[in-house]
């Protein structure tokens, strides 16, 4: 099965930025497609962006041209650029990985402050 660790939330101003990291049990290059999603208290968990193993994005309309989902598949790490963060960024970010399965991290807070 594969793990998936989650690292890089934290408490960030509006306009600020973070860098997600996801590190991957298994080498990406197995997993057809790695992902972000985001789950606020009282809401659904969201869709957030995507990349797949050739290397194709995929991006939720309230993040693009703010957020970038990149990988290094030496690291087995996908990561989740967020520029000009907004309040309602603020949510439990969770790495995703598909393959036969699907699998989930345990997630990683990120809070946006006005």
């Known amino acids: 099965q594969v793990q998936l660790v989650e690292s890089g939330g934290g408490l960030v101003q509006a306009g600020g930025s973070l860098r997600l990291s996801c590190v991957a049990s298994t080498r990406l290059f197995s997993i057809n497609t790695m992902g972000w999603f985001r789950q606020a208290p009282g809401k659904q968990r969201e869709f957030v962006a995507t990349?797949?193993?050739?290397?194709?994005?995929n991006y939720a309309d309230s993040v693009k041209g703010r957020f970038t989902i990149s990988r290094d598949n030496a690291k087995n790490t996908v990561y989740l650029q967020m520029n000009s963060l907004k309040p309602e960024d603020t949510a439990l970010y969770y790495c995703?990985?598909?393959?036969?399965?699907?699998?989930w991290g345990q997630g990683t807070q990120v809070t946006v402050s006005s």
């Open positions: 995703n990985a598909n393959t036969f399965y699907q699998y």
């Open positions: 990349i797949t193993s050739g290397g194709s994005t």
